[in-house]
């Protein structure tokens, strides 16, 4: 190819220039290629090829950082009757007050390549890219004949490049791509109806999905962090929440809520519910049973049995005072005892109660009675007095030794 060693900008190119860098519109026109000389000419004052051979229509336009653009165009010496040595090529553009003017112009001189006419043994094609000083103008267009636009080898390379990634993007959709036809799908020949068997897809009746084979993962719904939120496992039966390794039928990593009630059908012999904490909770109502609601009150254990609470009897005796005494003749003796409900209460005795008078021959004997709630009364009976009560008359008495317990119920 001619080494032009850059192209330059024309006068008339660069007062073009000048008006799109203010808001006018750069549009190329066409590409030129020439066989003429310069002969000491100013490229500047250009404003045509010196001597054209072919015009050539523009089939690409790519604007470039650095206020550069690229004009592309496609040669071919098909249509070329005469040989040529190809010097001159020159971009053209149209200027909005002067037409068409030479945008920009090379001459390669003594480096110029020879073309042959066409027709003959050697056919000559080339892609032409021109890069040409737009600046920072608004708007670069050029005037594209589409019928003539061709894939360059750049073109086909950076297509071959995204074909392996789109494939891998099918094989992920899809799941795998093979290489020969696909002859039949499941038996099936010619014009048919798949089903999701014939897949392998998931087979759907109704609300049912059932799949091909069973896996502990054989659904999942994860969020975008890869987090999961719900697993079935078809090959132990268990759904997880919130785990991707439900242990049980149902297992949730989580809190439940419901608006209706846990109803367990468990056999019985089987607790109904399993708690690991030993936290109390005071919401759970497990104080109620059968229908009968406790409480621990005041350090006593009570139930309400509708009317009100009431105190559960651990024993049906509510104190026991004991203590003894020792007397001879000498009369009633008062005891004073912690208060007690005396309708509820027994006093009894054990010990030698029994008074005998040595010199008289006869005697009596000693007891206890409750005279008022916090008073016990040990009372005597005197034989001598005729059975009366009161104090012995008779001496040379014993000492008596008496026992006594003051029992209250509750």
């Known amino acids: 190819m001619s080494a032009f060693g850059g192209l330059i900008l024309t006068n008339k190119g660069r007062n073009l220039q ?11 026109t066409r590409i030129a290629i020439g066989d003429g000389d310069l002969d000491g000419t100013s490229i500047l004052d250009l404003n045509a090829l010196r001597h054209e051979v072919k015009s050539l229509s523009i089939t690409k336009l790519k604007t470039m950082t650095g206020g550069k653009a690229v004009v592309g165009t496609t040669f071919s010496n098909q249509d070329i009757t005469s040989g040529f040595y190809w010097r001159e090529l020159g971009v053209f553009a149209q200027d909005p007050e002067l037409g068409e003017i030479l945008y920009c112009y090379g001459n390669s001189g003594a480096n110029a390549e020879y073309i042959p006419a066409g027709g003959g043994p050697d056919t000559i094609e080339k892609s032409i890219d021109v890069v040409t000083i737009v600046g920072n103008v608004s708007s670069v267009t050029a005037s594209i004949d589409q019928s003539l636009i061709y894939a360059s080898q750049q073109d086909l390379t950076n297509i071959q490049n995204q074909i392996p990634t789109n494939i891998s993007q099918l094989n992920n959709d899809v799941g795998y791509i093979t290489q020969a036809p696909v002859q039949s799908v499941n038996g099936k020949i010619g014009k048919v109806t798949l089903t999701a068997s014939d897949v392998g897809a998931v087979s759907k009746a109704g609300d049912i999905i059932k799949p091909s084979a069973d896996s502990t993962t054989v659904f999942q719904v994860q969020k975008s962090d890869g987090s999961v939120i719900l697993d079935v496992d078809t090959t132990n039966k268990r759904v997880g929440i ?21 109803i367990s059908t468990v056999a019985t012999g089987t607790a109904p519910l399993q708690v690991s904490s030993t936290t109390v909770n005071t919401n759970f109502n497990s104080d109620m049973t059968d229908g009968i609601h406790f409480r621990v009150y005041n350090g ?47 006093v009894i005795t054990s010990g030698d109660g029994e008074i005998f008078d040595y010199s008289h021959g006869n005697g009596g004997f000693k007891y206890a009675v409750l005279t008022n709630s916090t008073t016990l009364t040990i009372k005597q009976r005197d034989f001598n007095n005729g059975g009366g009560f009161g104090p012995s008359t008779w001496g040379n008495g014993g000492i008596v030794s008496l026992a006594w317990q003051v029992v209250e119920y509750v």
């Open 300 to 346: 006593s254990l009570q139930y309400n049995n509708g009317s009100g609470w009431q105190n559960v009897m651990t024993s049906v005796i509510k104190s026991i005072q004991r203590g003894t005494v020792e007397s001879s003749d000498s009369g009633d003796i008062s005891i004073t005892i912690n208060a007690v409900d005396i309708n509820k209460a027994v």
């Open 18 to 28: 000048a008006k799109a860098q203010v808001g006018a519109q750069l549009n190329f």
């Open 242 to 262: 919130g785990t991707n390794s439900p242990g049980q039928p149902l297992e949730v990593n989580g809190n439940i809520k419901t608006t209706s009630q846990f």
